[in-house]
T-cell receptor, first 115, second 115 residues
Framework: QQQVKQSPQSLIVQKGGISIINCAYE??????FPWYQQFPGKGPALLIA?????SEKKEGRFTISFNKSAKQFSLHIMDSQPGDSATYFC??????????????FGTGTQLKVEL | DVKVTQSSRYLVKRTGEKVFLECVQD?????MFWYRQDPGLGLRLIYF???????EKGDIPEGYSVSREKKERFSLILESASTNQTSMYLC??????????????FGSGTQLSVL
């Protein structure tokens, strides 16, 4: 079953606009919620992350909004630029019994920012 | 700069062949992971390891095995490749504990085609 649901699957935004990608999760044991950005031909790279004890985190033009009661979180990209065109994955992390963390990823959103 | 290196960018194999995908990291990370990436399905965890000679099944381990003989190297093995294993395979690594343990560093991926 898909433990982390992500929408939309694809998104086209005009340059300067706001891109919004949404995710929802089921397991309340998740304790860390990162977003990864992937450019063609590259592996995903950590973009921004949040813990469930805060409702918002902002880094430059990127903001995560987190709603613990609704078990939802979203990525907002302000002033979207063509260079932001990439695939974005939300994820949720759980601490493993033996140590370390296990990430469960959403299905991805392909963002295209047009001039 | 930290690096996760996957031995092949593209690989073409025939049904029934035994396939080895190699991954090396230079960050002295304890944890290593193998994911497969498919359009519309996101990243799905196949196997992970948090120590040499240790391995744990992920969400979709069927048809795969792994080997971790050295800390820096994690191999994914397809014992008898099938066409439904055609996919992008991504290796990742992370710290086992401490600050930053949730952050995964990914390789650039191996696109495997099984004919």
């Amino acid at each position: 079953q898909q433990q982390v649901k992500q929408s939309p699957q694809s998104l086209i935004v005009q340059k300067g606009g706001i891109s919004i990608i949404n995710c929802a999760y089921e397991n309340t044991a998740f304790d860390y919620f990162p977003w990864y950005q992937q450019f063609p031909g590259k592996g995903p790279a950590l973009l921004i992350a949040i813990r469930p004890d805060v409702s918002e985190k902002k880094e430059g033009r990127f903001t995560i909004s987190f709603n613990k009661s609704a078990k939802q979180f979203s990525l907002h990209i302000m002033d979207s630029q063509p260079g932001d065109s990439a695939t974005y994955f939300c994820a949720a992390s759980i601490v493993l019994t033996g140590g370390g963390n296990k990430l469960t990823f959403g299905t991805g959103t392909q963002l295209k920012v047009e001039l | 700069d930290v690096k996760v290196t996957q031995s092949s960018r593209y690989l073409v194999k025939r049904t029934g062949e035994k396939v080895f995908l190699e991954c090396v990291q230079d960050m002295d990370h304890e944890n290593m992971f193998w994911y497969r990436q498919d359009p519309g399905l996101g990243l799905r965890l196949i196997y992970f390891s948090y120590d040499v000679k240790m391995k744990e099944k992920g969400d979709i381990p069927e048809g795969y095995s792994v080997s971790r003989e050295k800390k820096e190297r994690f191999s994914l093995i397809l014992e008898s490749a099938s066409t439904n294993q055609t996919s992008m395979y991504l290796c990742a690594s992370s710290l086992h504990q401490g600050i930053g343990r949730e952050k995964l560093f990914f390789g650039s991926g191996t696109q495997l085609s099984v004919l």
